[in-house]
């Protein structure tokens, strides 16, 4: 009876919602961290044999005939399930590229890894997670730590109570099934790549540390540097200093009872970073027992009616459309070689903007857009088709986007934060996304927001007049001529008009074509007909007023489950100007051209 007992409050524990929360340690790395990445043991499970209580997790109500490799069940597994005897499999990476009996695979992975540790009494520690697609459950030494909904954003959990002196395990669940009422939904234009993406860090911090910080310019104020720092720990009122050396700037600041101070400093030397001089300064804050250094550049970005001004001057923003495919290999990137990769070709196009499409990608790539001068469009999936009247979908969406800025709010890079791409219109998606622009607008007022939108087609024209785009800085807008609709030839006798006087970007246009195929310009899938497709898309866009920017659909050809023609797609979706394996098309350089002449 006992024995039922407790077992059944193992159970209760064990199937607590805990969901990882937004109160993200800022700059991991910037951090005292170990990394877990390498080499795991996984095994798949396509009925969710885990969830019934394998793996040493009692989680199950009705008892099965368990052998336990140990005495104790929490603690052991099973000796079928025996982690030490399965496939390894690496971390980060998406597993359908690692072993092709999972390349179509959708469903549960468990992950194990061991690790040795050595914890010290006066620190606490976190394990951190870059991202897993799309649902994670994470136990550490046979203890539930949490979930976390959303392949794309970082989440963490503290383990101070449950890391052990000596050999830990490690045991995660990942899911990657599509759903209706997830983010995205179940069906997007990209491979829903599955696993631990992103690196995994197991974090140690002074028992109160300086967990977050947001320091950039004040709006549009060129010699004004505005933020807040916020301690966590027993000791939240304390000092922080905070300086940038090269500036000669020093601040020391009181946080108050919950660990909040404000910044403020200023200096009129600052070189204010742009894609031109995308200078960093270091950025230092020390507390008692706790010190972070970051690189930060400091730029404004606004608009003024039409215009969109960085540091006060005009700008029109020439990029592309990148999805987080690995350039030369495929499956999801996450290297400082993909990322450099990747930005250099939008650099040799002429960008000095790139949109980080249609998810937050991995923090590698936003701190190279920093470091090598790229502006940067950075989007959460609220993608095609989302059940926008569900209170549980926006709340993960706003979960999304939360995790997102918390990560990304000290990169001079990012100027526009994006809400949605390509959604219908309806009561329910307005009210949708006019809350989540708000929300963005409470955590980060600094950036610029934006969505991409579709115009009103008719006979000669396309106009703007989608009622979000009274709630958004920049209009985005897709657009397919040549490609969906319409004859190429036309674009350039289309008049586009706005119901808004803001700036527009272009967030997306483009066509297919094989790499290397070549024909006559009317032959589909050759270079030819997608840079004939863009000779007039060139055309049209230098003649619409109010145009801002332009991204092109897409910098790198990506995978996609949409895209099943054989021998020309075979699951790859081809709009890219670049193939997956590096070659650039006719079109690369007709817009090349265009954007090197482009002011
Ligand atoms: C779009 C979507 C993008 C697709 C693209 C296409 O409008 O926003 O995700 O990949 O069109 O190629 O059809």
Redesign the pocket.
């Known amino acids: 009876m006992k024995k039922v007992f407790l077992l059944l409050l193992i159970f209760i524990s064990q199937n607590r919602e805990i969901f990882a929360q937004v109160n993200l340690i800022q700059n991991i790395p910037g951090r005292q961290t170990m990394l877990l990445d390498g080499t795991w043991d996984s095994q798949v499970d396509i009925v969710g044999v885990g969830s019934l209580g394998r793996f040493g997790l009692i989680q199950d109500r009705k008892p099965i005939p368990f052998i336990y490799k140990g005495d104790n069940p929490r603690n052991t597994e099973l000796v079928e399930q025996d982690m030490d005897m399965s496939e390894k499999i690496k971390v980060p990476g998406d597993w359908n590229t690692q072993k092709e009996k999972l390349f179509l695979y959708e469903g549960n992975l468990w992950y194990r890894k061991k690790f040795t540790a050595t914890p010290k009494s006066d620190k606490r520690y976190f394990i951190y997670f870059g991202a897993v697609n799309y649902e994670a459950t994470v136990y550490l030494n046979g203890v539930k730590l949490g979930q976390h909904k959303g392949g794309f954003t970082p989440f963490q959990f503290e383990i101070t109570k449950e890391l052990k002196d000596g050999e830990n395990k490690l045991l995660v669940n990942a899911n990657n099934t599509r759903g209706e009422d997830n983010i995205p939904t179940k069906i997007?234009?990209?491979w829903n790549y599955g696993g631990i993406t992103r690196s995994v860090s197991l974090i140690e911090v002074p028992e109160t540390y300086i967990s977050d910080y947001f320091i950039q310019l004040d709006k549009g104020k060129l010699s004004e540097i505005k933020g807040w720092v916020k301690l966590d720990g027993q000791q939240k009122s304390q000092s922080v200093t905070v300086e940038i050396p090269e500036l000669g700037l020093k601040q020391i600041v009181k946080t108050d009872t919950a660990g909040n101070a404000e910044i403020n400093l200023s200096s009129k030397k600052i070189q204010h970073w742009s894609p031109e001089n995308p200078k960093r300064y270091d950025v230092i804050l020390s507390s008692n027992n706790d010190n972070i250094k970051d690189k930060i550049g400091f730029r404004t970005i606004e608009t003024r009616g039409t215009e969109i001004l960085l540091n006060g001057n005009p700008i029109f923003l020439k990029g592309a459309?990148i999805h987080e495919e690995a350039p030369y290999r495929t499956g999801r990137c996450y290297s400082e070689g993909d990322a450099r990769t990747l930005l250099t070709w939008a650099k040799e196009m002429g960008s000095n903007y790139v949109r980080l499409?249609?998810y937050p990608h991995n923090e590698t790539m936003t701190r190279m857009a920093d470091e090598m001068g790229l502006l940067v469009w950075s989007e959460v999936p609220v993608?095609?088709n989302v059940k926008f009247d569900k209170p549980e979908v926006y709340a993960n969406a706003e979960n999304q986007l939360l995790e997102n800025i918390s990560r990304d709010k000290n990169r001079a890079s990012i100027i526009l934060w994006s809400v949605a791409?390509?959604t219908n219109e309806s009561e329910p998606r307005l009210i949708f996304l006019k809350k989540l622009l708000e929300k963005t607008k409470t955590v980060d007022p600094t950036r610029l927001t934006t969505a991409?939108l579709l115009a009103k087609e008719s006979k000669n024209e396309f106009s703007l007049e989608d009622p979000l785009g009274e709630f958004v800085d920049v209009m985005g807008c897709?657009e397919?001529i040549g490609?969906?609709t319409l004859p190429a030839e036309l674009a350039p006798t289309m008049k586009w008009t706005s119901k808004y006087n803001k700036p527009m970007i272009m967030?997306?246009f483009?066509a297919?074509a094989v790499a290397g195929l070549h024909g006559k310009s009317d032959e589909i899938w050759t270079e030819e007909y997608q840079n004939r497709i863009f000779e007039n898309q060139v055309k049209m866009l230098s003649n619409i007023s109010f145009l801002r920017g332009t991204s092109v659909?897409?910098l790198m050809d990506?995978r996609?489950p949409?895209r099943l023609l054989p021998i020309k797609q075979d699951f790859f979706?081809r709009?890219g100007l670049v193939s997956e394996t590096g070659i650039k098309k006719m079109a690369f350089y007709t817009l090349k051209n265009w954007y090197d002449t482009k002011k």
């Open positions: 997007s234009d990209w459309a499409a249609h993608y095609w791409n390509e991409a897709n397919y490609w969906y967030s997306e483009g297919e659909w897409a990506f996609s949409l979706n709009k």
